[in-house]
């Protein structure tokens, strides 16, 4: 039980800090603006839409799961490539071309029967971000490219073919300048659970599923102890006769294609078409759900949960007059003082470790995961 709640404030430390810091910012702002609201008034607002979206109001929690299933999906992949050693940056590429291609193939609309042509969406969602994940994987592997400079690269990439389709081969109408595609045909559209309840309910299983699944491969095969060994000390595992190359590509192409899914659940269910910023910054916020798990995965869903409450309480400030844009200046904060936070309890938890165990610093220096979250 104490190693339990141990680790439960190792997750959680960095998340009330951040709702300290964004507390803290506020009334700062209110100080030195010309706001019509006092202070209180801006805290009130604030820490009461954050708390409203715990009451069981239908509305408010298909808000909350309708956002929370993208961000399970998208962090899940996550969990895998850090288990891997890779810093899977290139996540929005991913999320984005599994949009695209499950929008290819509902535009395609090679069958009117939604049974048939969901899956088909869902399926060529998989393969496009499995695919733009193999890419990255490949550059690393192959050619020795940091995963992290190939995935920044691909996500540009990725945006660029997003505005290039919208702008031709699925703008509306005739102009030249459009910002959104064509609607979706509705028998490729999601269904939800009920009229009042706006959540997709094969998506939601789709969810539950991956966690359960990545869970337990991680944790209880073969697959997941090589993953493990290959992050650890990858030219170790090579020498124990582990697959190495094979290990990070499966890792990367797993991750991406749950990415892909989430980025179709964004066109075929959340926004109804293709449009320049679908995936709403959705694969960043899942690298901070999984920095703050590690590879504890059994954590994902709820570290995501917190994420979305918190982020969709900043977005009820524009009711006291504040800008819309304060929301990604809280999303900004909350990113900063995650990161900082994550850092100091990593720093702890090595100190804490070190007069029991001593790790070769090749072992460090080779993966870039929270040590010891087995």
Known sequence: MTKVLRQTAWVLLPIVAALLVITLMLILLQAFTDLEAGPAEVLEAFWKSLSSQSTLSTRKIANVVEFWIPLVLVSMGLVVTFRAGLWNIGIEGQMVMGGLFASGVAFAQPSDNPLILIPLCLIAAMVGGAFWALVAGILKTSF??????????????????????????????????????????????????????DVSL???????????????????????????????NGRSALLLGVPVTASALGAMAI??????????????????????????????????????VGMRGGWVPLVALLFTIILNAGTQLQFIQ???????????????????????????????????ETQPAASTAASPLIEGAD
Not at 331 to 348: A, C, F, K, Y
Request: hydrophobic fraction near 50%; charged fraction near 15%; include cysteine.
């Open 144 to 197: 020795g490219v940091n995963e992290i400079f190939g995935g920044v690269a691909l996500n540009a990439l990725a945006n660029q073919i997003t505005l290039q389709l919208i702008a031709g081969a699925w703008k509306p109408g005739a102009s030249d300048k459009a910002q959104y595609s064509r609607d979706i045909p509705e028998a490729a559209m999601l269904p939800p659970i009920a009229r009042d309840f």
């Open 202 to 232: 094969l998506a939601l299983l789709i969810a539950i599923a991956a966690v359960v699944l990545v869970v337990l491969a991680l944790n209880g095969t073969r697959w997941g102890l090589n993953l493990k060994a290959t992050g650890r």
């Open 255 to 292: 991750c991406g294609a749950l990415a892909g899914i989430g980025g179709a659940h964004r066109i075929i269910f959340t926004e109804g078409l293709v449009t320049g910023q679908f995936s709403g910054g959705i694969g960043f916020i899942g690298l901070l759900v999984v920095l703050l």
């Open 322 to 356: 504040l800008d819309s844009s304060l929301t990604g200046v809280l999303q900004g904060v909350l990113v900063l003082v995650v990161m900082l936070s994550t850092g100091i309890r990593d720093r702890l938890q090595q100190n804490m470790r070190k007069p029991k």
